[in-house]
């Protein structure tokens, strides 16, 4: 995924900016960089990999060296960033979040058309932030060029932008599938992707960009530059998985949104199947925590925690871009508290089941540790298609999703077709995946969250939120 956050200010940014980026750390652990502006040294620039250091600690220096009122940083999940650029437009540095889909054909239709160049890296890629500079700079204004890439971008790219005259100009995606928030304090203004990374530095907050909006903010305010769409489609993992529990998006709280989540499973499994008889309602650490919290409070069982992520050096385990490092991870980072495992019947709610992976491990460890019955449920539906809009559920195939993959085990090609009543757990198609993914996964029971009740958790209008991975729809 990725997050960012940028200052224009009437005293030194760059220490703002430096504890506003360490507040998306949730949301990358493949590099951070910082690019500050002042009219004495102009633009500065530095990146580093945190893949085994976290952000704060590999830019302690750099925050102490670099200088100036307006200041922007990154935590990226995928290439190096932010950039500096020189073009016509000015120098600039800028950062994106998001993920361009047509990258090959956009970076081969630009070379042939002006015989020029990029930068390579490693295998011959070319850095995302070049590309989206490259057409930004084919157009006379920031907002035309930003106008103009977004048009041609297949993916979700929303965009931080400082100039060389300390103006930051940020840019939300077409569809408003990530967050852009704008803040304000006594001497400046800030924009950010999670709110709670300005509140805690005396920014309060002033509004969202909308859909595609484009505005300019400058310590003495902010002004649009490019009107936002109408139609907005912000993803719905962000209550559901991404997003920190203090976290804000549209004005609806992550952990509030869990905990009526949670409180929604609960109430169906009671109207549909029964709550199980268990000991002890878990979540799976960190974000199956306040789904789980729900869960415990409608249903009256306990809640507990029967093991514990190692939170100082395991971060989430989703972000190494290898499998079985993956997998390794997610072992590693989870200490078993044995008096609330063995013998014990145990309800977990999760964030969601996509691959199926490291759920499996996580069962073997409690099974392991002489847990009596695990019940399982997800706190979103099954996932039938992976993203094409953000990092979520990456794949090299959509058949590495445990729910496609056993529609097809259970009934070929042909069952794909029946996608609704498989995400249904009242019909006989519903029933029979479920009773395959418990056998596969060891599980004493399994539901998931409807798709209704996950939209209605939210709070939001639902023809605002994106559910495609749930259902391909548009």
């Not at 600039?92 to 090959?104: F, K, Q, T």
């Not at 002033?206 to 139609?231: F, M, N, Q, S, Y």
């Not at 993914?437 to 958790?457: N, P, V």
Request: aromatic share 10%; with cysteine.
């Amino acid at each position: 995924m990725g997050g960012f956050f940028g200052v224009t200010s009437r005293r030194n940014a760059v220490w703002d900016v430096f504890f506003g980026t360490d507040y998306h750390s949730h949301l990358g652990t493949r590099r951070g960089g910082m690019a500050a502006w002042s009219p004495e040294a102009g633009l500065q620039r530095e990146i580093h990999n945190i893949e085994n250091t976290p952000f704060r600690t590999k830019f302690e220096e750099d925050a102490s060296e670099l200088t100036g009122p307006s200041c922007i940083g990154c935590i990226s999940d995928t290439d190096p960033q932010p950039i500096l650029i020189r073009s016509h437009l000015g120098v600039y540095a800028v950062s994106m979040v998001g993920i361009i889909r047509n990258m090959d054909e956009l970076t081969n239709r630009f070379l042939d058309a002006t015989y020029g160049h990029f930068e390579a890296m490693g295998g011959g890629k070319v850095n995302q932030c070049e590309l989206v500079a490259a057409l930004i700079n084919q157009q006379r204004t920031f907002e035309d060029g930003i106008r103009f890439a977004q048009e041609k971008i297949e993916g979700t790219v929303s965009l931080l932008i400082l100039t060389d005259r300390g103006e930051i100009i940020a840019a939300r995606d077409r569809m408003g599938r990530l967050p852009i928030i704008i803040g304000r304090s006594d001497e400046g203004y800030c924009v950010s992707f999670e709110s709670f990374a300005f509140e805690k530095l005396g920014y309060s907050y002033v509004r969202d960009l909308g859909p595609g909006e484009i505005c300019r903010v400058t310590a003495d305010g902010w002004e649009t530059t490019g009107k936002a769409g109408e139609r907005m489609k912000i993803c719905t993992f962000l209550w559901t998985y991404y997003g920190y529990p203090n976290s804000r998006y549209e004005g609806r709280n992550v952990e509030v949104s869990r905990g009526a989540n949670g409180r929604l499973m609960a109430k169906y499994d009671r109207e549909h199947n029964g709550i199980p008889d268990v000991d002890y309602v878990c979540g799976v650490p960190d974000s199956g925590v306040g789904h789980a919290i729900g869960y415990s409070n409608e249903s009256g069982i306990d809640y507990a925690r029967p093991f514990i992520k190692y939170t100082p050096t395991w971060p989430r385990s989703f972000m190494p871009t290898r499998q079985e490092v993956r997998n390794q991870v997610a072992k590693m980072k989870l200490i078993p508290v044995h008096e609330l495992i063995e013998g014990k019947k145990l309800l977990f709610v999760d964030d969601s089941i996509v691959r199926g992976t490291q759920l499996a491990g996580t069962v073997d460890f409690l099974r392991n540790n002489g847990a009596k019955e695990l019940h399982m449920r997800s706190a979103c539906p099954p996932i039938m298609y992976g993203c094409k809009y953000l990092n979520f559920s990456r794949s090299t195939s959509e058949m590495e999703l445990i729910a496609r993959r056993t529609i097809k085990t259970l009934e070929g090609e042909e069952g794909f077709g029946h996608a609704d009543e498989y995400v249904d757990g009242t019909t006989a198609r519903g029933r029979a995946m479920r009773e395959h993914i418990c056998k596969t996964l060891k599980f004493d029971s399994l539901e998931y969250q409807t798709l209704d009740g996950t939209l209605s958790a939210i709070g939001i209008d639902k023809c605002k939120l994106c559910t495609y991975c749930w259902n391909g729809e548009e």
